[in-house]
């Protein structure tokens, strides 16, 4: 291996699942599949050119409007000027002393959301959170983009942190495949998300495991607006977006007014089903929440509706909700439901019956390992108690020190003039990105570690050049994979890039607080401690893990804690014994009702899952936008990341959005037509797919595509976020709700 040109192979992992890279002179040249998986991704193709881009970030680079002190204007349209490290980490170190001396840290807006690389050491927001700790703390954000309202509204149901019933506790797909005979889906279950999961993915199943109910016969439902959202095979209930909750009270309805209601599990199991049911069967308001109510709701016929509740009723019958449905206006109420629908079939704690929440949103669902603690970068405290709803950053820049609801507390938007993001694409994932832009001029100052000029870079003051993951070493530890790997170093930084360790430890010597950042130790110290750590908790676990070296040489390792045999169902302790194992609720039981909900008094979560219609969907749609956009994650990568070289193939952009043929033909459009989507919000440009399997009024646009620069007035690689609206899910949950969102569609002349 003296020739440096000589190739190399290594393997790494990412979010997306392991993967081969071959190394010849420095430079990344190829990738393959990682042997053991059965279905490998084609996500790392696109890594060879990205890595080697010529839009990564060089050098050191500051906004020249902002040094010139223009601090509110010119972001995103101003050049920048290239400075040495020292210089850069200087001015940064200093402004970051100003806002804390002048402001405090409580206007430091550190929450930095983002799926930033797989590595455990070199985890970029744990990075960020540590250094901002240790200079005095930040103003944090809770939830996530993912699951922000679910993380809300489900603990008030279950009385169980919803992240640890989904990946602890909830029912494996062997269990499914042995057990459950009805699989109801809403929102599918689309194998193309399971491509992803947080940490990585290394074997990727999810398909196998469709393959397998098939050949054993079970019936599969999808039900939602695209047919694409389930494995071919399944059997599809196209439904209109955001009327998942009409659709199930009206399941509910037939249960409750067919007698095929399990009461003696209510009785047992729940409370507050005499406070709902009045509701449900119109006694409270006049309108019994029947299939003939739902119907015209939904877009489903009544029939179905009817026909699904009796086989639901008929069989073990398991209910899956997607993410997405909580993505949206009102997005706790088809969750809170899907709770009170299983709890009325009776089958929670019955092996492959009840209800479970993202199968197939990321690819470690479903999968039962045994627990083994992971390795994370310690945070330090943070003396800045101030935290916001995730998805609530473009109000809380646009209204400082306004008051806002969030479940049954009245908090206060701090007042933030410096922003440090790393690891994440505030303009990709934010909705309503033209307001976002306005309201993203007003803090002083914006930071921004990134490795490639992103529309979030554009739009610093500050960025500093960061390394991928290529670039150094780390160890991939994934929670829900059983898999270990080490991350080798494949490829010297690029340009100047340097970690966010680096990075961070620069300005933390500068800000005096070096020693507390590192603790004396370089990132080479904190892995080998880290991992350290973690050899020593998989030992007590009983899990033999090679050491460093030992790792370094083998590059994986399988760990042996695949669980054996089917397993896992979802509360079955508390179904064999509630007063032995009850729930976190107030009660004790499974809240149908939930007086604490009830006395937050929010119009818009009220104390029992109800019907509220979404301020945009197909059931409000007028003229000027009558149809609904969902923006699904896109399959060929992760979010944003790798969207660099992605768009570089001719014809790649704009991105593809799927219509209905009846939709087109009123339009005069046809398949590869170049389309302008717009709405009161704003217009972007995408290229027509014509498919009947997309609902008739319903168009999806993934997304993922970068947002362009501003003062346009058509985003042109079509990004679906300059259409979405930034409302917060309701006053209880204040999520994310890009899935409500209702566009035109229009053939562009030329
Ligand atoms: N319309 C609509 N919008 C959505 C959604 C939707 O369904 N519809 N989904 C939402 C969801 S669920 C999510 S999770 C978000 C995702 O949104 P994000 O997580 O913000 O998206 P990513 O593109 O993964 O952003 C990661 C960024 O980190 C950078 N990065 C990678 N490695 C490193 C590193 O080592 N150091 C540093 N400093 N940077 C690094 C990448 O270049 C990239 O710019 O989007 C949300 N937005
Ligand atoms: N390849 C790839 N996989 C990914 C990601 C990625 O970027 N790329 N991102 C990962 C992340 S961070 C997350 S959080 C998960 C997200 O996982 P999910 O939230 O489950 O995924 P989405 O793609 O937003 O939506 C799935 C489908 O829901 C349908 N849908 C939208 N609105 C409604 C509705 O009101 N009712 C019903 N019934 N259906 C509706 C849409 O047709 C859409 O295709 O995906 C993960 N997986
Ligand atoms: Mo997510």
Redesign the pocket.
Known sequence: MSDARKSRTRITTSH?GAFEVDVEGGRIVATRPFAADPHPTS?PDAIPAAVHHRARVARPSIRRGWLEGRRHEGRGRDDFLSLPWDEALDIAAAEIARVRRDHGNGAIFGGSYG?GSAGRFHHAQSQVHRFLNAVGGYVASFGS???GCAQAIMPHVFGVNFLKLLYEHQDSWPVIHEHTETLVM???I?P?????SMGGITRHETADWFDRFAAKGMTCVN????QG?APKGCDWLP?R????TALMLALAYVLESEGLTDHAFLDRYTVGFGRFRPYLMGDADGQPKSPNWAAPLCGVDADAIRALARRMAATRTLITV????Q??EHGEQPYWMSAVLAAMLGQIGLPGGGVGY?Y???GGVGHALRRLSGMTLPQLDNPVKTMIPVARIGDMLRHPGAPYDFNGRRETYPDIRLIYWAGGNPYHHHQDLNALHEAWQRPETIIVNEPWWTATAKRADIVFPATTPYEREDIGRAPLDDYLFHMPRLVPPVGEALDDYAIFTGLAERLDAGERFTEGRSAGDWIAQLYGDFRDRAAEAGVAVPDLDGLRAANWVRLPIRAEGPNRTLFAPFREDPDAAPLGTPSGRIEIFSEKIDGFGYGDCPGHPVWLPPSEWLGAAGPEAPLHL??????????SQLEVALADSPGARPATLLLHPDDARTRGIVAGDLLRVANGRGACRARACVTEAILPGVV?LP??AWYGDPGVNIDPDGNPNVLTRDIGTSRLGQGCSA?SALVEVTRMEG
Do not use: C, E
Request: no cysteine; net charge neutral.
């Open positions: 997306w996500i799926w983009y993912s699951t809403f929102g599918g689309n193309k998300n399971a491509q992803v039900i939602g607006p695209q959202d439904l977006p955001g009327s998942d997607a993410w997405s449905l993505r949206a993202g197939g949103a990321i969902v923006s699904p994650q896109p399959g060929d990568k992760l979010h999806a997304t993922g899935h």
